[in-house]
């Protein structure tokens, strides 16, 4: 009884650690993105500055412009409860990985490994410890007697509604990229056409023709600087969170299958690059 109540206490330790983890991640951020983003911005701000008055880059109609133009845009070709978590959508980016494809090898072989030498009593013990809800879902298919085409299917339909899902964000992004340089343009032609209506004083064709230029750098600040760089991290964080998924399926069905540990592991590593694999 005493080895039993002690191999129960091991089960548990890795889950709680990976808790921990997962807990710290989301209250973090990532330190790239981060600075990517914060560092970008000073330069600009800088190389502003250098070039002289910096005062002329302010201006309120034109950011109304871009910005104004672009969010209506949105809202107009899609659903608005979709772009009220726009930013909840953003969030995600500058967080931190939740971890790579290859931690999940390690968590499926010992998956495996109990349930091989300890059957399905084991397995079921640890089904409430498991942190990832796709691999826990899983064992939980695997527990309650799914066979094996039933656990592949239900798995893969998991794994597009997570694709669809995160390319539904990452498509308004795309959208609202091409939308801004768009109304920059448009800001830019209504800063013409009022300079042209006083072009008989040429004292302000100067600074009109600067303030209509301004709409045009907002707008490609605004998708250059911020919105395509995020689908682009957005992007990279589905392809990681796809892999991971791939790889637990493949996990799943080798403890389904009762496969040797090894041969999952082979299994698995198959799909990461060699530095990768464990």
Do not use: C
């Not at 949105?74 to 009220?84: D, N």
């Not at 209506?197 to 023709?209: E, F, K, N, W």
């Amino acid at each position: 009884m005493a080895t039993v109540a002690k191999e129960a206490a091991g089960i548990g330790e890795i889950p709680r650690q990976q808790e921990e983890a997962t807990v710290q991640q989301d209250t973090g951020l990532d330190t790239g993105t981060l600075l990517g983003t914060l560092a970008g911005t000073m330069l600009i701000i800088i190389a502003i500055i250098l070039g002289g008055d910096p005062g002329v880059f302010i201006n309120l109609n034109s950011f109304l412009i871009v910005v104004g133009g672009t969010i209506a845009t949105a809202f107009i070709a899609f659903p608005s409860k979709k772009i009220m978590v726009m930013f909840q959508v953003i969030y995600k980016a500058y967080r931190p990985d939740t971890g790579s494809p290859s931690d999940y090898v390690d968590d499926i072989m010992r998956l495996a490994t109990r349930y091989r030498s300890g059957g399905m009593k084991q397995l079921e013990n640890m089904e409430a410890n498991i942190e990832n809800p796709f691999m826990r879902n899983g064992v939980a298919m695997i527990v309650d007697g799914y066979n094996g085409r039933e656990i592949h299917e239900i798995m893969e339909r998991e794994l597009s509604a997570l694709i669809e899902r995160h390319n539904a964000g990452q498509k308004i992004l795309r959208f609202m990229s091409v939308q801004a340089p768009v109304f920059g343009m448009a800001g830019t032609l209504i800063g013409l056409i009022q300079m042209l209506m006083h072009i008989d004083d040429p004292s302000t064709i100067g600074p009109a023709l600067a303030t209509a230029l301004i709409t045009t750098f907002y707008g490609i600040i605004m998708a250059n600087l911020i919105i395509t760089p995020i689908t682009a991290k957005l992007n990279s964080k589905t392809d990681m969170e796809t892999m991971i998924y791939r790889i637990i399926r493949v996990g799943i069905m080798g403890i389904h299958e009762r496969s040797n540990p090894q041969k999952i592991q082979r299994s698995m590593n198959s799909m990461l690059p060699p530095s990768q694999r464990k």
